[in-house]
């Protein structure tokens, strides 16, 4: 079964495929060139020791973004 | 002689030929930790100049290299991620490669990390100068067990691939020796066209209307540009309505057929062309889930309980190795060096050469002891961004970011802001340059603002001196009062400019984790050596022009006469006036105002200058102040304006003379406000 979901909303450790990314501007852009693109593959890793930002895993390499903007990115779990 | 080899046996026309051959400019472009700041040190050694790009703070590195007799200029370019508009790094990049016609582009591709690296690269050979890639970090991709076909990569991207490891030195020769070649030969980079045959249609289209409009130059790159909706490009072109709507019309057809916006089409293509690449050029020889060191050690560095302890432990280390006993030893011995060995050295000289008493005061009193209280902290500084730069090159600042990002954001600040922030307890000039370290100018520019607020060690001896004569049983608690007041006043002033003056939308925290690496020793010492380098010359310039200055107003009078007691001085003169704007502070007498103009030199002027006005006894002191009036004064000593070495750095750092002026008034005014309060509402209780 497929669930969308947001990537923020993601477990430790889920692995999912990126639908869509909502925003607009540098911030967008920004993450879109970091390659979250449609078809990306996600994997959760961890939150920082306060909650936020998010550490996740795409493209084969670790990258950090804040909650508020992971929730802009739509996701695909398996 | 260049190329003697060649010349000397072929004739007068080669000869000739090989006066013409020009020097070669090379760009180094590529993603940030891709191992290009080792290229470019690999290349060029100590043999470089670091500037900052006109207008940004953003730094600009070049240096010379020589290569099979051929003179090199390599340009060191801001490592990015993509040529959008946004950041100072991607803007000055993206000028360079368009307008400053390197003669060839080499971009450093992170063999480990190639997807992300390779959509740079999809970017740079749309502008259709000569490009080479350098395959770096091939040694720990091997380590990996993995491998990847360089054929593969040339035939899709159609330019030549050369595996290196630049912390290792090989493969470097052969990739000069190509990229060379290439240069001199001249010819333009082959189009690839990468992306679906509908959008390379659109392209096209864009592409001649250009040509009709612009003429030839850059066509791919500005049509691509233009189709993603690229802000900065619009605006440079007027097209025709007609040629505006068929645009639009066509890219407005694929939007609606894929439900995606033009700048992700071109991305997504972009990633897809890329996937499609990879999947043919590597094979993976680690199973599926495999572990690298840096992952192990990013569980524990970065672990939900251990991450804050550790953070704190390495911080404190940090600070520690700099200012605890290391630090201070070091500082003590050039300190030694330059009052009980340099000093009485020069003098004895001065005396020997019949020096007049003008000039024996200007070196000794003015230039040594002023330029030498500042050189003095040389060593602390090195240290400093030794352990930075470790920090940095490791891996390590970016995780910094990511623990306290959460917290700092409550203030308006990112979490790169943090490291440079705590350093300022130390000293204000490192902390200051350390700023450079932030991505986004106004995290920056706040950050500089309220890091002289740190209470900085200079400051101690200030805090010593009053509270031996005042507050002898309550030290602790005093001066654990005085640092606290100054993070309160940070916290506030951060709060205030992130709301009002320096508004604006939050740093996007979009950042790299990078993998943990060893940092290369010439890169630390180029790093430190850079810095080094950059405080000697200030100190030999700025520093002491406004020790010469000061020695000046407080050895003369008005008529330009000496004087042996400094309280007939100009300076003197200077604080007499001054003194009733600190009337309501508590500490309206010439000795207070003066010693705080010196502290304007370094802040532990405050403390000699006090002596000498007060005739060599500390203890008169309490003759002047009141307990109240002293913890005042200490209170304007923790916030006021720092010392020259300071504001040189806070003027750098700026990039702006506003700025730089906006931070100096409002520390003095925070300064007079706080200590006025402390005294006005101290005196509703003393009495």
Request: proline fraction near 4%; charge should be neutral.
């Amino acid at each position: 079964m497929k669930k969308e979901k947001t990537l923020n909303l993601l477990k430790i450790g889920e692995q999912a495929t990126v639908v869509s990314l909502s925003g607009e501007g540098a911030l967008r852009r920004r993450i879109i060139d970091m390659g979250i693109t449609p078809g990306a593959v996600v994997i959760m890793r961890k939150a920082a020791p306060f909650g936020d930002p998010l550490e996740i895993n795409v493209r084969g390499y670790e990258l950090s973004m804040r909650k508020a903007d992971a929730e802009k990115i739509t996701v695909e779990c398996r | 002689m260049a190329n003697s080899t060649t010349t000397i046996t072929s004739g007068q026309k080669d000869i000739h030929k090989s006066t013409e051959k020009k020097t070669i400019k090379i760009a180094l472009g590529g993603n940030p930790n891709c191992g290009k700041t080792t290229l470019f040190n690999q290349l060029t050694g100590s043999n470089q100049y670091v500037g900052n790009w006109p207008g940004v703070t953003v730094e600009k590195k070049e240096g010379k290299a020589r290569f099979q007799g051929r003179e090199i200029i390599v340009s060191d370019l801001p490592g990015i991620y993509s040529l959008s508009p946004y950041t100072p790094e991607e803007i000055v990049t993206r000028h360079t490669l368009l307008h400053d016609n390197p003669d060839i582009i080499i971009d450093i591709v992170d063999a480990t990390n190639l997807e992300r690296n390779l959509y740079l690269t999809t970017q740079i050979q749309e502008i259709q100068r000569p490009v080479i890639i350098a395959l770096n970090m091939i040694d720990l991709l091997e380590k990996r067990g993995d491998t990847i076909d360089c054929k593969v990569l040339e035939k899709r991207f159609g330019v030549p691939v050369v595996p290196i490891s630049a912390s290792k030195n090989t493969g470097i020769d052969t990739l000069m020796a190509k990229a060379i070649a290439i240069a001199e030969g001249g010819q333009q980079q082959p189009v690839q066209r990468l992306y679906s045959k509908k959008v390379e249609r659109v392209i096209a289209d864009i592409q001649e209307a250009l040509f009709e409009v612009d003429g030839k130059e850059h066509l791919r790159f500005t049509a691509v540009k233009l189709f993603e909706g690229d802000s900065v490009t619009w605006e440079n072109y007027k097209f025709n309505k007609q040629q505006q709507d068929h645009i639009e019309f066509h890219i407005n057809e694929i939007e609606t057929t894929q439900y995606i916006d033009r700048e992700m089409i071109i991305a997504d293509e972009r990633y897809k062309f890329i996937c499609a690449t990879c999947e043919r050029a590597v094979t993976k020889g680690h199973p599926q889930g495999y572990e690298t060191m840096s992952d192990k050690a990013d569980k524990v560095i970065t672990n939900k309980y251990l991450a804050l302890p550790l953070f704190l432990l390495m911080m404190f280390g940090v600070f520690f190795i700099t200012f605890g006993p290391v630090g201070s030893y070091l500082k003590d011995g050039a300190e030694w060096l330059i009052l009980d060995v340099l000093t009485p050295q020069v003098s004895s000289l001065l005396v020997s050469i019949n020096a007049s008493d003008w000039a024996f005061s200007l070196i000794i009193d003015g230039i040594i002891a002023g330029v030498g209280a500042v050189v003095s902290f040389l060593p602390q500084i090195s240290i400093l961004f030794l352990l930075l730069s470790i920090l940095e090159d490791s891996g390590y600042m970016a995780r910094a970011a990511f623990i306290m990002d959460k917290l700092l954001r409550m203030i308006g600040l990112s979490g790169r802001a943090f490291v440079p922030m705590l350093m300022g307890f130390g000293c204000t000039v490192p902390a200051v340059l350390g700023t450079r370290t932030l991505e986004n100018e106004k995290d920056k520019r706040l950050t500089i603002l309220i890091t002289p607020f740190m209470s900085c060690s200079a400051k101690m001896p200030v805090y010593l001196l009053f509270i031996s004569v005042f507050f002898n049983e309550s030290s602790p608690l005093v001066i654990f009062s005085i640092y606290l007041l100054g993070i309160l006043v940070a916290i506030l002033t951060a709060l205030i400019f992130s709301r009002t003056i320096l508004k604006g939308k939050d740093a996007p925290f979009v950042l790299e984790l990078p993998p943990y690496r060893m940092p290369s020793p010439k890169t630390l010492w180029l790093h430190v050596w850079e810095r080094v380098k950059d405080f000697l010359v200030r100190a030999g310039t700025i520093l002491m022009g406004a020790a010469v200055l000061i020695w000046f107003l407080q050895s003369f009078n008005f008529r330009l006469e000496q004087v042996s007691d400094s309280s007939q001085s100009i300076l003197a003169t200077i604080g007499i006036a001054i003194a009733p704007i600190f009337s309501l502070c508590g500490f309206g007498d010439w000795q207070s105002s003066v010693s705080l103009l010196t502290g304007i030199v370094a802040k532990e002027s405050v403390v000699s200058t006090m002596t000498v006005l007060f005739g060599g006894d500390t203890s008169m002191i309490s003759q002047v102040f009141t307990p109240l009036s002293a913890y005042s004064f200490m209170t304007f000593v923790l916030l006021y304006t720092p010392c020259v070495a300071a504001l040189s750095a806070i003027g750098k750092e700026m990039g702006s003379r506003k700025w730089t002026a906006i931070a100096i008034v409002y520390q003095l005014a925070v300064a007079w406000v706080v200590s006025m309060l402390v005294f006005q509402i101290g005196s509703l209780f003393v009495g």
